[in-house]
């Protein structure tokens, strides 16, 4: 490991050299404020700063220098144009408490990105409209089936049940739970999709809401999710699509198309705002018209004239969500996106994406084990469960081997029905090269797991940790150097 900046400094080694003072202490300073000794800063010249910080930046893993196959859910490549428009002034510097005290007037163009946008998102999903302020996605999710409790109660149903499939992301359970819903969960079936005839066996009457996420964690597509929505709409049971991964359907399907009555979407992920390490997110909801009267506040109206404006609160709106806007800058990035791609710009990412995911999948097919011997959508699930039970070779080891060709490790151990599992989503920005250039590294893993199983111990070798703890770098993360 690298020295610190404190291990560094030499006392005396100056970085600046400022005249000595010619005037006297400023007289206002109350003395008992000020420190008694001098801090403990690290001396240093403004090169040896330089230098280091500069060092330790190229310690940096990004997407900008090497392929990141977690994909559009952590890292896909953004377009820098929408960083940009995002640093424009007139949006960067808005001040927020022209919301809180409704001045319209001064906000203007904000207000139309923001019109703009949930009309794009409207056409995209085949919604009927959309709350902008939910700050993530599983705050949409929160919402949404906030929404749907709204339009149960209502109408006087008595609802006790959310429907969750296994294949579905961890944040749907918890939502449904976290509203105070009872979760039934579904296995799934041979293909990786909700198994139709298990379910039939749970709907009844008392389910609200039928939590589908798609394509679902094993990145596959429900190839029966348009009888599931007739059969939970038999029971006025609401269809609730997880959409926070639209890289796979963008321009091809629309959610409000099949019979969904509510999606959420990732801004972050799909359009364009980097948010990798907990960056700021949107999780916009969208609605069928039986659920328009329950958004919560904010939304943005247009008449000629008037211009742009937040609307009133509808009577049965559950109120508010968000302070101000939510993320305006994420929700504008998104924007940005979907306007310089265009209607056939977004199809081919889509296009794009999917085709990536099943050529690695095909790639790889052969070295490691398939879980569900089909075409996948924007990502590919592979497993090394037979190569660790002859070799003992895991998924991780190949992950830490993968860290010493520049690559970064995909996605491991998830989904969670999948043993050993290996998630891999390149998405659409790769080219061939890339892709051509990290499939024959994990095929080079599995070589190697085959004729020196034992060499794995080492890997990675050129980084500055090599195998960490892994449950303690979980369990107790200490990232902060204390002086002695
Ligand atoms: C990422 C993700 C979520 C949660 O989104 P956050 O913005 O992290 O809250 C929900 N569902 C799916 C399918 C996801 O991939």
Redesign the pocket.
Known sequence: MSATIFEKSHLGRAGINLPKQQVSDAPTLNRELLRSEKAKLPELSEFDVVRHFTNLSKKNFSIDSNFYPLGS?TMKYNPKVEERVGALDGFANLHPHHITNNKPEFMQGALESLKILEDDLKEITGMDAFTLTP???????MTGIMLIGAYHKKRGNKKRYVIVPDS?????PATAAMVDFEVITVKSDKNGAMDVEAFKEVISDEVAAVMM?VP??VGLFNPGIKEICDIAHEHDALMYY????LNAILGLIRPGDIGFDVV?L?L??TFATP?GGGGP?A?PVGVREHLVEFLPQLRVGYEDGKGYFLKDKSPDSIGRISPFFGNYLVMLRALVYMQTLGREGMINVSKKAVLNANYVLAKLKDYLDVPYDTFCMHECVLSAESLYKKYHVSTLDIAKYLLDFGLHAPTIYFPLIVHEAIMIEPTETENIDSIDYFCQKVIDAVELAKSNPEAFKEFPKTLPISRADETKAARSLNIRWQQD
């Open positions: 859910c700050e993530a996605g599983a705050h949409g999710e579905s992301h961890g944040t749907n996420t679902n964690t997880d959409g926070a991964n959420h990732n972050h992920k948010h997110g999780g």
